[in-house]
């Protein structure tokens, strides 16, 4: 069985989505173990035997951890077999590809704006910084477009079906809502998103929550 622990951040919830779309797809077994990252739980001896880094999402599974949610999606969907991330050299390259854009471009960016929008009040941490939202603005506005133009010929993002790039890139775009961020401008990137959140898989993983 996997045993996966997180918090609910986008980072947690990349490997989940996955988890819970192997569910479906394999049959998958696994349990999700909230780490309250408000009362320090990350910061226990317990938990610091699991990672190096103290941080979630972090993978148990056959006697190993696993941290990174990039490394645990991609472990999660190779040892199920799972057309998520196809055995192909080429359609997973495709895959790997869309996964390290969103997680460095758009999905850093996104982030930086939750932080300064939602994170930072509720934690007290003062007041919003509206140039790096600018800056973060900015960027998504020169980096969605590419996406957006590519989906204007694809359901999905890698190999024209569905995968861990998908999952990956849900984590982060789900994020516009609750910013404030107008989605709909990118009428492709809408269509992917409706066609995600339609997934059985992706309604089990937000009842979670």
Same mark, same amino acid.
């Given at each position: ?12 919830? /990349? ?28 910061? @226990? ?15 148990? +599974? ?6 990174? =949610? ?18 192909? /050299? ?21 982030? =930086? ?5 939602? $994170?930072?009040? /509720? ?8 140039? =790096? ?7 998504? +506005?020169?980096?969605?477009? $590419? ?6 010929? @694809? ?7 569905? =995968?861990?790039?998908?999952? @990956? ?9 609750? $910013? ?30």
């Amino acid at each position: 069985m996997y045993h996966l622990y997180g918090y609910f951040t986008q980072n947690s919830l /990349k490997p989940l989505y996955v988890l819970d779309a192997l569910e479906e797809e394999c049959g998958t077994d696994f349990e999700f173990h909230f780490v309250d990252l408000a009362k320090g739980e990350h910061k @226990t001896e317990d938990f610091g035997k699991m990672t190096p880094v103290g941080k979630v999402p972090v993978l148990k +599974h056959d006697g190993m951890t696993l941290f990174e =949610s990039g490394a645990i999606c991609r472990y999660l969907a190779d040892s199920e077999y799972s057309a998520l991330f196809p055995q192909d /050299k080429a359609k997973r390259a495709q895959v790997d590809q869309w996964m390290e854009f969103f997680s460095c471009h758009p999905g850093r960016w996104l982030n =930086s704006i939750y932080f300064e929008k939602i $994170i930072k009040p /509720k934690a007290g941490m003062g007041e919003s910084n509206q140039a =790096s939202i600018d800056e973060a603005l900015k960027f998504l +506005h020169m980096q969605l477009p $590419i996406v957006d133009a590519h989906l204007a010929n @694809t359901r999905w993002l890698a190999n024209n079906t569905l =995968s861990i790039a998908d999952f @990956t890139a849900l984590a982060y775009i789900e994020q516009c809502g609750m $910013i404030g961020f107008p989605l709909a401008d990118y009428s492709h990137i809408k269509e992917w998103f409706d066609r995600m959140e339609a997934q059985p898989s992706v309604a089990r993983t937000r009842g979670r929550l």
